[in-house]
Nanobody, 120 residues
């Protein structure tokens, strides 16, 4: 059985930082690349970071240099350190397998996400 539990969101001022955590269960997640996504109402879910099992990370230009993804395979947890947050980073943040893995295996399950609000 697979499960994703995101936490760590909250209200932060522009320029501030937050660290999100994602506890996952199931070998599907533990053995595959993982990712963080975000979504604002009426918009599609956006990929913000990916990480391989061995820790190789990649980011879109919109967050590169500000966000850092990491994972602890021993405790089945993925993190997203977010620095220099801006109002446009406000969204509901989710973790899951990376897009290629999700498509390959037809993964449709999502956790509840954690809300990040950047506002003064």
């Amino acid at each position: 059985q697979v499960q994703l539990v995101e936490s760590g969101g909250g209200l932060v001022q522009p320029g501030g930082s937050l660290r999100l955590s994602c506890a996952f269960s199931g070998s599907f997640f533990s053995l595959n690349p993982m990712a963080w996504y975000r979504q604002v109402p009426d918009n599609q879910r956006e990929l913000v970071a990916t990480i391989t099992y061995y820790g190789n990370a990649d980011y879109p230009d919109s967050v590169k240099g500000r966000f850092t993804i990491s994972r602890n395979n021993a405790i089945n947890t993925v993190y997203l350190q977010m620095d220099s947050l801006q109002p446009e980073d406000t969204a509901l943040y989710y973790c899951n397998a990376d897009p290629e893995t999700m498509e390959k295996y037809g993964m449709e399950y999502w956790g509840k996400g954690t809300l990040v609000t950047v506002s003064s």
